[in-house]
């Protein structure tokens, strides 16, 4: 078998930039639309038919296979060749249509990269649940998302942002396992009497309130039930720390926004039951 041996005119230093026109540009976007195939069919047929022994689809310059490309034609012998983006630079090309696709190129080959470093940085770091980590961007600390943004950005983490997302992530879980029991217990609460009723429960917190009348000191009770009770902090509770069980008889109105919350009045026969210290 003899391989014939071909020069490349189109290739080495020597290349005369000014025997190349320039002829149009092949990128991969054109593949999504049917002009662009159909351009691209043109190009490539241009190709084969004056100079056969170039492909359409690798640099006629050095060879490499290419995805954008510059298709130009050597007005010395007529054939049509293409140039990869980066080699282009040897055929002195500066319009304006090639400069913004070697931008999109060099950004796409970027991304590539980044995408990639970033796969692979998470395989790395198996300890975390990325798929977990992308989802309590939307019930855990908003910097979670800002993490996964430089993640992607960069293709890594540092060692310490990769801490501290791992921190947040379990926070962000906690938080929200919280809240699903929360629903869940008030889903079971009992809702709340009205009239005068006797309350067993526990403190849940207290505040000053300032009102008319100046500040008041006002507590929040869960009763046994699960409805809550907002109602002026009796005196003999003053002191009570919050987690306290406690007995009280007051008025209830129940709330019309919430079936399971009533505001007390006038609470008596007040009773420490299990005291927090
Ligand atoms: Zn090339």
Redesign the pocket.
């Known amino acids: 078998m003899t391989t014939a041996t071909v020069t490349n005119i189109h290739a080495g230093a020597d290349v005369r930039p000014e025997d190349y026109e320039f002829v149009g540009l092949i990128s991969p976007i054109m593949t999504k639309t049917d002009e662009g195939v159909a351009e691209i069919k043109k190009f490539s047929a241009l190709v084969r038919l004056t100079a056969p022994y170039y492909s359409a689809s690798k640099?006629g310059?050095?060879g490499?296979n290419?995805k954008y490309r510059v298709v130009l034609r050597h007005a010395p012998t007529g054939q049509h060749i293409v140039?990869?983006d980066?080699?282009a630079d040897n055929f002195g090309l500066s319009n304006d249509e090639f400069r913004s696709m070697k931008l999109e190129a060099a950004q796409t080959r970027k991304e590539g990269k980044t995408a990639k470093a970033w796969r692979e940085y998470k395989e790395q770091n198996a300890d975390l649940d990325w798929d977990y980590a992308e989802e309590a961007q939307e019930f855990g600390s908003h910097i979670i998302r800002d993490l996964l943004v430089k993640g992607r950005h960069y293709g890594s983490l540092t060692e310490k942002q990769f801490e501290f997302l791992k921190k947040l992530v379990l926070e962000a879980a906690d938080v929200k396992v919280r809240a699903e029991e929360n629903e869940a217990k008030r889903a079971l609460a009992a809702d709340a009497p009205s009239g005068v009723t006797t309350v067993v429960g526990t403190i849940l917190s207290k505040k000053y309130v300032d009102g008319f009348y100046g500040s008041t000191h006002k507590m929040l009770v869960e009763a046994t039930e699960g409805y809550k009770v907002w109602i002026t902090c009796p005196t003999k509770l003053e002191e009570t720390e919050v987690g306290s069980k406690i007995q009280f008889t007051c008025e209830l109105e129940v709330s019309k926004d919430d079936a399971k919350f009533a505001f007390g009045k006038r609470p008596s026969k007040v009773a420490i039951l299990e005291e927090v210290k």
């Open positions: 640099c310059h050095c490499a290419v140039v990869g980066t080699c």
